[in-house]
């Protein structure tokens, strides 16, 4: 099993910030294209970010503008930088390591936008 190790995320308000890290190994990192996922209650896991293997970033319509995905070669690790949160982003987010053919899911950070 690989490890995707997600981290971050929490309690924010309506307009605030929050950001989520995913630790992987070298090699999926190198090999695998990173990306966010999130699950509301009693909905499908739905796409939110990711970035190509060349550094491309991409974006779901309902986060482009207010989230960021980057990456850390030095650290085998991506971030989402979520700011602008709305009341309709609180979900567990998947942080996930996508080549096509295989893929791998962390398990999952908890962030809920509250007044």
């Known amino acids: 099993q690989v490890p995707l190790v997600d981290s971050g995320g929490g309690l924010a308000q309506p307009g605030g910030s929050l950001r989520l890290s995913c630790a992987t190994s070298?090699?999926?990192?190198?090999?695998?294209?990173m990306g966010w996922y999130r699950q509301r209650p009693g909905e499908q896991r739905e796409y939110v970010a990711s970035?190509?293997?060349?550094?491309?970033?991409h974006y779901s319509d309902s986060v482009e503008g207010r989230f960021t995905i980057t990456r850390d070669s030095a650290k085998n690790t991506i971030y989402l930088e979520m700011n602008e949160l709305k009341l309709e982003d609180t979900a567990v987010y998947y942080c996930?390591?996508?080549?096509?053919?295989?893929?791998?899911w962390g398990s999952g950070a908890q962030v809920t936008v509250s007044t």
């Open positions: 996930k390591a996508d080549r096509g053919i295989d893929w791998f």
């Open positions: 070298p090699s999926v990192f190198t090999a695998y294209a």
């Open positions: 970035m190509s293997a060349d550094g491309t970033p």
